[in-house]
């Protein structure tokens, strides 16, 4: 099979044009590099002209970013090749039979975790609209984060039903997972190793093929597809873990009255050979669109290729248990808003919250599964007026961002931090307690990004994730 196949590769030739399917945080920088380097002639990005997201095509095209917030070369680089007529965004599906490599970056999130039933259904129809149009040949790989065994299952079935092809004889089809983080894109698709498997020998070395101009650093890892699948579900779900140890960490050394910071340094500070203690960062929730879902696209993996699980798994597993703690940090600071507020005199209902940041990430625009949300209603069931600030966030359904900050925290008795844009770093703890007018204006730290000690002596309260050495300091 795999004979005939590279002998179709062969007579079609090297890779030279190449469709990304998904215009977002992975399909524009990876369109982007595509188009960028020398061994590819064009790059065609498919974005679906809906009322959600077709403003991108036309603004692509013009060589403008919709992708906000702080993203080093990316709209440079982006004016560059549409300027060089290398790249062109369009909602025509179509041309992707004029492509030699297709790769999709669609979301796939799961409506409830609990049944860990993913939702599949932008990545379905994009399956759909590649397996139309594919030709023999050509190379398709999912660059979306998806439970293992989907390449090698559903997504074969998909695009041999509406191609009429057969993967691995008529056509190429491999998984390499993106390895990015928002606010270094361009820099992490260069820098990493890129993590790359088919679903037989030919499709892995024509994916390294696609994958190789673009790497500067980065090496590439060839695996099967299914490795390579858990490979991406399980590196995510270990992050997750990291970060809820230090979650867990965290509110137990508000318990006893420590820094969690110092005691962070402490044991970061032990290193040598064969020692490894790094520490991830506590916080106020976990959000975006990978860490909250992809541990339990790893646990579905388990479930659906390993059959009749004897062993702790899902919500009993350790990552399982690792999303509840992250979950929970939200709540957390809920708790810590009411505890400030009761210190000074008042209760949640009828306060007003300064809820500064609203994007999941610092100095970005990336609002998906931002942990600010499940905040944001508690505070309002519990009779609080909440206003929400982002620098970089223009909109949000049923939310309203503003962009003045003055005005956001003007008359406000809480002012709590989810975000760590550079933006709230250097808040002055005089000037925001003038826009206040309170006598004890509460100050919630989700992310460590102000000065406790400024804050006290200018006559706030203040409450700071795993800040037990603060947290219960004299009203001055």
């Known amino acids: 099979m795999s004979n005939g196949l590279q ?13 990304v399917v998904g215009m977002g945080y992975v399909g524009i920088p990876a369109a982007v590099l595509f188009a960028d380097a020398p061994e590819f002639e064009s790059v065609l990005g498919f974005q679906r002209d809906s009322a959600s997201s077709g403003y991108k095509i036309a603004m692509l095209n013009r060589g ?8 080093p070369g990316l709209e440079e680089l982006l ?39 993913p939702d599949f259904s932008a990545l379905i129809e994009g399956l ?3 397996g139309r149009h594919i030709t023999p040949g050509t190379l398709v790989v999912l660059e979306s984060t998806v439970t293992p065994g989907t390449t090698a299952g559903m997504a074969r079935e998909i695009l041999e039903a509406e191609s009429g092809l057969v993967a691995g004889e008529e056509f190429c089809l491999a998984h390499a997972p993106e390895r990015v983080m928002v606010g270094r894109l361009l820099r992490n698709i260069r820098e990493h190793d890129r ?27 060839p695996m099967t597809a299914t490795a390579a699948e858990v490979t991406k579900t399980a590196e995510n779900a270990f992050r997750d873990l990291q970060i809820a140890a230090a979650n867990q960490l965290a509110l137990h050394c508000e318990a ?48 659906v290729l390993g059959g009749d699980l004897w062993y ?50 610092q100095n970005s625009d990336d609002t998906r599964n931002t942990p600010a949300e499940p ?15 982002d620098p970089f966030v223009d909109d949000y359904p049923g939310v309203e961002i503003a962009h003045d900050l003055d005005a956001t925290l003007a008359g406000a008795d809480v002012v709590t931090i989810f975000t760590g844009h550079h933006h709230y770093a250097s808040l002055d703890p005089v000037r925001v307690k003038e826009l206040s007018g309170r006598e004890h204006p509460v100050i919630v730290d989700g992310r460590n990004v102000v000065d406790p000690d400024a804050f006290i002596r200018a006559g706030f309260i203040y409450k700071g994730i795993g800040r037990g050495d603060k947290n219960s300091h004299p009203v001055r």
């Open 7 to 19: 002998s179709i590769i062969d007579e079609r030739g090297p890779i030279k044009t190449i469709g």
């Open 256 to 303: 006893m009255g420590v820094n969690v910071y110092d005691v962070r340094a402490g044991i970061d500070s032990l290193k040598g050979e064969g020692i490894t203690r790094a520490i991830l960062w506590p916080g106020a929730g976990v959000g975006g669109h990978c860490l909250t879902k992809d541990s339990w696209h790893l646990e579905r993996g388990a479930q």
């Open 312 to 361: 702790p798994h899902g919500a009993e597993s350790i990552f399982g248990v690792a999303r509840t703690i992250n979950e929970f940090m939200p709540r957390h600071m809920v708790h810590l808003t009411t505890e400030g507020l009761r210190r000074a005199g008042k209760s949640p209902e009828g306060a007003t919250v300064a809820l500064l940041g609203w994007a999941f990430i």
């Open 79 to 117: 004016g560059e090749v549409v300027g060089a007529r290398k790249f062109r965004c369009t909602s025509d599906f179509s041309k992707i039979a004029t492509c030699d490599a297709v790769t999709l970056a669609i979301q796939t999130p799961f409506l409830d975790p609990k049944d860990l039933i």
């Open 195 to 221: 993590i790359v498997g088919g679903i037989d020998d030919v499709s892995t070395r024509q994916a390294m093929e696609l994958y190789r101009p673009v790497l500067t650093t980065g090496k590439i890892i």
């Open 128 to 130: 759909r609209n590649v």
């Open 64 to 71: 403008e970013s919709p992708l906000k917030g702080e993203e």
């Open 375 to 389: 905040y944001l209603a508690a505070m309002e069931r519990a009779g609080a007026e909440v206003r929400v600030h």
